[in-house]
């Protein structure tokens, strides 16, 4: 009952809650959706010594594909480089980065719009991004830190302005030791159109500037020039050099000034236009046309960079910072040289492998020297540096030698794979001709001879030294035992051969005088040389040669090859004879041969049978 008088009040109480969160919750205020463009890219580490990257700004940056332009600002905390960023972007310091007026820096690590702006630089489209740096010599981290945020933001950029209140001091010119470094090392490597790496160009920007009498360039150029030091302070002959070097590069920079827009600093986010001095307001105008004036794309190794690719870029650089305790330009320079390295490799396997493995050492080497010769040059013309491009010389050295050594190991692995090949066939071709069926010496030779002629031209490289060595013992071998089976396996073949013709001449063609012919040799070979020579000494008898020289004669020529041929010819012949002995052997009557053959007359005999 007492719930039930009090629920009405209870429903009204809630519906103006729920009312009240709704709009808390509801559509957000305009000026946060846009300083929701603003994302960190870069943020410090725990202890404020290195940086890391902030995937929050970076996927914004991916999205962009056209080509990329940056727009950096770095210069001492509290001395307006967000608010200079906003003016340039014309948006007010609630929708902007942000601005802050206590004494601790406002901004830390590296900011960026992540609108980009559009441009048209040279009849192209480009997006140029604004970057807002943490500002330098604030309390609570080290030097090194600044050097990291002043090395990337030099070399992320494409206009680095240099924001600095009132005027230009001797300490602001120090600062500048890292971006001179840079610039001395790529500088002058963008001359015509195939540019490598165009450093940022460098703009003088006095805050506030209340000076009278000279110009704000020829203020720079002044504190630019040679400080005397008589007393040899090592710390002025380091600004007297960075000086130096400014002076030589004063093409890639120029010099401007802004005018104090108000009294009452503070309140600078308050006020519009029409409350700002009107001669700031007017300078600021001027500005924005210089920055758009000396815009250009970014360009690394000779192209220009969209979203994924700045991305990339930014995580390289980032990474050489880090990589040691003190932020060093050859860290970046090696950066830069990496691809250029990998290029220069290219170029000298492409010319080595162009080499059909195995060659000889001597080739190898002057192969390597030219396409070592090649590579060296690409790289003088494409590095980067002109101080520390040595160690990334050494680089490519070193990487050059590993490749040619792993050349001269695979040379050496296709040499001994190639000679052997060869001194296998070569082994085979001897083993063969050892038992042939009709030993020749001709043939023997002719083998020996195209054997080592095709080892001595195919087998080439470090290993023919050692295979030629394996080749003359095998072959001398195999001629030596070849020789000594040549002479007994001929004796025996001779001896066969004489049997076999006294088969042919007394049953096959019966004729006696080559029956008398084949037992006169066989005597010969089994009886005479047993009783008045050793087999040996025959085989250095002038008829042996004799005999040697007519059998090499009938067994192999460059026509025929008999031990080749000798069955299918021994078939065809007893065939022939076959055929003979059938069919033309009838004499006709009356006939008288004028061979003394023998013969079955014994219807035409005169004697009586003795049967």
């Not at 629920?7 to 709009?23: K, R, T």
């Not at 902007?96 to 007026?101: K, L, Q, R």
């Not at 000076?211 to 002959?237: F, H, T």
């Not at 060296?376 to 590993?402: M, N, P, T, V, Y």
Request: charged share 25%; with cysteine; aromatic share 10%.
């Amino acid at each position: 009952m007492g719930l039930g008088r009090w629920s009405p009040g209870i429903c009204a109480v809630a519906l103006v809650l729920l009312a009240a969160a709704g709009v808390a919750a509801g559509d957000p205020d305009p000026g946060e959706l846009e300083r929701a463009n603003v994302f960190p890219i870069v943020e410090p580490d725990y202890g404020h010594t290195k940086l890391r990257l902030s995937e929050q700004g970076l996927e914004a940056i991916r999205r962009i594909e056209t080509p990329i332009a940056v727009v950096g600002v770095i210069g001492p905390y509290r001395s307006g480089k967000s608010f200079l960023l906003n003016q340039l972007l014309s948006l007010s310091c609630d929708k902007g980065f942000g601005v802050g007026h206590m004494r601790d820096t406002k901004t830390k690590g590296i900011w960026i719009w992540g609108t980009p702006v559009e441009m048209d630089v040279d009849g192209s489209k480009v997006s140029v991004l604004y970057l807002d740096t943490e500002g330098f010599e604030s309390v609570g981290k080290s030097n090194v830190y600044d050097d990291r945020i002043f090395a990337l933001a030099t070399v992320l950029s494409s206009v680095l302005i240099y924001n600095l209140p009132e005027t230009v001091r001797e300490a602001d010119i120090s600062r500048l030791s890292f971006a001179v470094e840079i610039a001395e090392e790529f500088y002058g490597r963008v001359k015509g159109q195939d540019v490598a790496f165009e450093p940022a160009k460098l703009l003088w920007l006095i805050q506030r500037d209340f000076l009278q009498g000279k110009s704000v360039q020829q203020m720079v150029n002044e504190a630019l020039q040679r400080v005397p030091n008589d007393n040899g302070d090592r710390y002025i002959d380091e600004v007297n050099q960075i000086r130096d070097s400014l002076a030589i590069m004063g093409d890639n920079s120029t010099a401007f000034s802004l005018p104090q827009p108000h009294l009452q600093r503070t309140k600078l986010c308050e006020m519009e236009d029409k409350e700002l001095e009107p001669l700031y307001v007017q300078r600021r105008e001027q500005l924005k046309q210089l920055v758009a004036s000396i815009i250009k794309p970014k360009i690394v190794q000779g192209r220009t960079l969209n979203g994924k690719d700045f991305v990339s870029f930014l995580q390289q650089i980032l990474e050489a910072l880090n990589k040691g305790e003190i932020p060093s330009t050859g860290s970046l320079v090696e950066i830069f040289n990496k691809a250029i390295l990998e290029r220069c490799l290219k170029v000298y396997r492409e010319k080595m492998d162009g080499l059909g493995l195995p060659v000889p050492v001597d080739k190898l080497q002057q192969v390597h020297e030219m396409a070592n010769g090649e590579a060296r040059i690409l790289f003088d013309k494409q590095h980067f540096g002109k101080h520390h491009a040595a160690q990334s010389i050494l680089k490519l050295e070193d990487e050059i030698k590993k490749v040619y050594r792993n050349f001269l190991l695979a040379n050496e692995y296709q040499s001994s794979k190639l000679c052997e090949a060869r001194f296998s066939e070569c082994e085979d071709k001897m083993d063969h001709l050892q038992v042939l069926k009709l030993p020749s010496m001709a043939k023997f030779n002719a083998g020996f001879v195209h054997c080592n002629r095709s080892f001595v031209s195919d087998c080439v490289g470090p290993a023919k030294e050692s295979y030629e060595r394996r080749m003359s013992k095998m072959l001398a071998k195999s001629r030596a035992l070849f020789i000594k089976e040549y002479n007994n396996k001929l004796f025996n073949w001779l001896v066969t051969f004489s049997l076999v013709m006294v088969v042919v001449g007394r049953f096959v063609i019966k004729f006696f005088l080559l029956e008398i012919v084949a037992w006169v040799m066989f005597i010969f070979l089994e009886t005479y040389t047993r009783m008045f020579w050793s087999a040996e000494s025959l085989y250095y008898n002038p008829a042996w040669h004799i005999i040697v020289s007519s059998w090499e004669t009938i067994v192999y020529s460059p026509i025929l090859d008999l031990d080749r041929w000798a069955i299918p010819i021994v078939i065809l012949l007893s065939f022939a004879v076959l055929y003979w002995r059938c069919f033309g052997g009838r004499r006709k009557r009356g006939s008288r041969s004028l061979l003394p053959l023998y013969k079955n007359s014994y219807k035409n005999s005169t004697r009586p049978r003795s049967d």
